[in-house]
């Protein structure tokens, strides 16, 4: 077998398949306390019924840096395999066993608020290498997540950039 992933995953971003979660939980106002209280957040807005209104929310609403907190999977929540995972072990299979992260790019289309169901989509988006980067040789790969709440409306998305490389394959 090549060392070269391109086309096994070329071959999975062009088919363009989606692993589809759904949230286990409904935003709520516990969670949203508990978030704000995890993340230092102050702004009443997600504290206090009384300021979301004045602010012309309908309630409190969540942080939106918390998008994707609704749909992470528990250890104990049944595995739903996926084409990411698929590209990931192709990497690893190819030699390039090593993974660091390297950005995470949220869009919000607008807060959510408490009874929002949400539902995330996620594929491979981008792919690109080989590079040689500090840690060695490796591949960039980038995930495109789509969070949608229960009427289907997009609210938000995440793109998440990994390095997956080799220490041995650097340049001296």
């Known amino acids: 077998m090549s060392n070269d992933p391109s086309a096994r995953i070329g071959e999975i971003i062009a088919a ?5 979660s759904v949230a286990r939980d409904a935003v709520n106002r516990p969670m949203i306390h508990h978030l ?12 206090d019924p009384a300021a979301a209104r ?3 929310h309908p309630d ?14 528990n250890p104990s929540d049944p595995v739903i395999e996926s084409d990411v995972d698929h590209a990931y072990g192709i990497l690893a299979e190819s030699g390039y066993p090593k993974v ?6 949220q869009e919000y289309d607008r807060y959510l608020v408490p009874g929002d ?11 690109v290498g080989p590079k040689q980067t500090g840690l060695g040789e490796g591949y960039f790969i980038t995930t495109l997540t789509t969070y949608t709440d229960q009427a289907g409306e997009r609210v938000g998305t995440m793109r998440f950039r990994t390095l997956w490389y080799n220490p041995e394959k650097r340049n001296s």
């Open 16 to 20: 363009g398949r989606e692993r589809v």
């Open 100 to 105: 660091v992260a390297v950005n995470c790019d």
């Open 60 to 73: 409190v609403v969540a942080p939106p840096s918390a998008l994707q907190v609704w749909n992470m999977i």
């Open 36 to 47: 704000c209280e995890a993340m230092g957040e102050k702004n009443p807005i997600h504290l």
């Open 117 to 127: 169901l949400l539902t995330a989509t996620e594929k491979v988006e981008t792919f």
């Open 54 to 56: 004045a602010a012309g």
